[in-house]
């Protein structure tokens, strides 16, 4: 089945470690998102690639590093110098990266917890 | 950017029709409308999209007004497991992001048995 998979499901790490968030997509789509979900609210855009070695920041990014080294892979890396990393972070993938008509698909999320 | 505002919650009979509306009166003329919905720690689903026509697929049919200022969502026979938040958004360019989904707080759907 084709789709999208975030890894791990829930992650627990140490206040000042770096920690990096998988996320893989056998949909053969162009474009990757990254997206940060406070409880109670809607989600905010972290990073998004809509090519091979391209990114962009979104709304929130700093604190946070992408790559985009293959189509079908967009780890995210929460640094240490995100002031507040504890989130739902969820990723999304869509098949043209320059259209408004072209719906996101997302994963299930990883749930990170920092201490 | 258009925004838009639905219901903090509603609730529905199973087995009967949930309407969901929107309100969305800035769009402009080549903005989408966008229903997702997210079940408790999974992540949001797409459900349908329309520009101005009516849409309808397997899982939900989307009426958008003739002035486009507003729509509703309607699942035509809920189950228990449509109960989850709803989401409507308009998507259109911002910014050079032009696939940017901006969520706000959706509509709580509770389908009681």
């Known amino acids: 089945d084709g789709g999208i998979t975030q890894s791990p499901k829930y992650l627990f790490r140490k206040e000042g470690q770096n920690v990096t968030l998988s996320c893989e997509q056998n949909?053969?789509?162009?474009?990757m998102y990254w997206y940060r979900q406070d409880p109670g609210q809607g989600l905010r855009l972290i990073y998004y690639?809509?090519?091979?070695?391209?990114?962009q920041k979104g709304d929130i990014a700093e604190g946070y590093s992408v790559s985009r080294e293959k189509k079908e892979s967009f780890p995210l890396t929460v640094t240490s110098a995100q002031k507040n990393p504890t989130a739902f972070y969820l990723c999304?993938?869509?098949?043209?990266?320059?259209?408004?008509?072209?719906?996101?698909?997302f994963g299930n999320g990883t749930r990170l917890t920092v201490t | 950017d258009a925004k838009t505002t639905q219901p903090t919650s509603m609730d529905c009979a199973e087995g009967r029709a949930a309407n969901l509306p929107c309100n969305h009166s800035?769009?402009?003329?080549?903005?989408?409308v966008y229903w997702y919905r997210q079940i408790h720690s999974q992540g949001p689903q797409y459900i349908i999209h329309?520009?101005?026509n009516n849409e309808t697929n397997e899982m939900a049919s989307l009426i958008i007004t003739e002035d486009r200022k507003s729509s509703t969502l309607i699942l035509p026979h809920a189950t228990l497991r449509d109960t989850a938040v709803y989401y409507c958004?308009?998507?259109?360019?911002?910014?050079?992001?032009?696939?940017?989904?901006?969520f706000g707080t959706g509509t709580l759907l509770a389908v009681q048995p």
């Open positions: 999304a993938s869509s098949i043209n990266r320059g259209s408004y008509n072209s719906p996101l698909h």
């Open positions: 958004i308009v998507r259109g360019a911002h910014g050079g992001a032009t696939n940017k989904l901006i």
């Open positions: 329309g520009l101005k």
């Open positions: 800035t769009i402009s003329g080549n903005e989408y």
């Open positions: 949909l053969n789509h162009d474009a």
């Open positions: 690639s809509q090519i091979v070695n391209d990114f």
